[in-house]
């Protein structure tokens, strides 16, 4: 813990130094052009053409007046060439000022380096969020011709509870998140398409009903009233039918103030 408190007091130094050079370490925009993996799918047309791109600093590697940093955006990651001559003094300088976990934006040419890897040539490189946090990120060492992986964030408990740590670091976690909203979006298209309304519902009922649970208990202030988050959403949904609609359906948050696991969680849609 004390190991992280310096690293978080070192960030805050960097930051300070670049506040000095002029560089607002949180500015408010960047347009980006391409993602990763639009330059890579179309790096025959791109080619020696400038981009815009942006993402995250997983990986920095300085090497005098050069460096190769990796940044990941949604789709993937990108490999970003820095150089001196390209940045300028004071650009370089405050490139070294940055960490692994920063958000920063690239402008620069689309090429291939001699190991046949994609990248970005910088010709310029903006701050866009400087991180205050080590990000706990895997290293590999060889010993006795076995490669053994630590520092990796693999436990199941601080994944789960740190889900926004899990999403940087193990990034083939965000396919659950994306297929859940294709799943939902497609259901949503199938049910419209069928003549459904979608209506929403009260969460804060005076009565809790349509299934058989405990509930989240509040009071309301102004109506000096007890108040339950919904266990369910049946009986609701039940009176619009009886209003007259003849098809409804609602993706909806409901509570339970019971057990929980990997598989039953008190808050579920």
């Known amino acids: 813990m004390e190991e992280v408190s310096q690293l978080i007091a070192q960030r805050i130094q960097k930051t300070e130094k670049l506040r000095e050079l002029g560089i607002n370490p949180y500015p408010y925009h960047f347009d980006k052009t391409h993602s990763s993996e639009n330059i890579k799918q179309q790096f025959a047309d791109l080619e020696n053409k400038t981009v815009k791109v942006a993402g995250r600093m997983m990986a920095n590697r300085l090497m005098g007046k050069a460096a190769f940093a990796d940044i990941q955006d949604m789709d993937g990651r990108i490999q970003v060439f820095i150089r001196k001559n390209a940045l300028g003094d004071e650009g370089f300088e405050a490139y070294k000022l940055l960490d692994i976990g920063d958000i920063i934006g690239v402008t620069g040419t689309v090429f291939r380096t001699k190991t046949g890897e994609i990248s970005v040539a910088a010709d310029e490189l903006v701050l866009l969020s400087k991180s ?40 083939q976690v965000k396919d659950v998140f994306v297929k859940r909203s294709k799943i939902i979006n497609s259901m949503r298209n199938f049910l419209n398409n069928q003549g459904y309304l979608e209506v929403e519902t009260p969460i804060l009922q ?64």
Request: aromatic fraction near 14%; charge should be neutral.
């Open 132 to 171: 205050m946090r080590p990000l706990p990120i895997a290293k590999e060492k060889e010993e006795d011709g076995e490669k053994i992986v630590y520092d990796a964030f693999s436990d199941v408990e601080q994944r789960y509870r740190q889900r926004y740590v899990d999403l940087i670091v193990n990034p």
């Open 206 to 269: 005076p009565i809790y009903g349509g299934a058989s649970a405990r509930p989240f208990v509040t009071h309301h202030n102004t109506l000096d009233m007890k108040l339950y988050l919904r266990i369910a959403n049946e009986l609701y949904l039940k009176r619009l039918i009886v209003g007259g609609f003849e098809g409804v359906f609602e993706f909806a948050k409901d509570f339970r103030n019971e057990g929980m696991s990997r598989f039953h969680n008190p808050e579920f849609t």
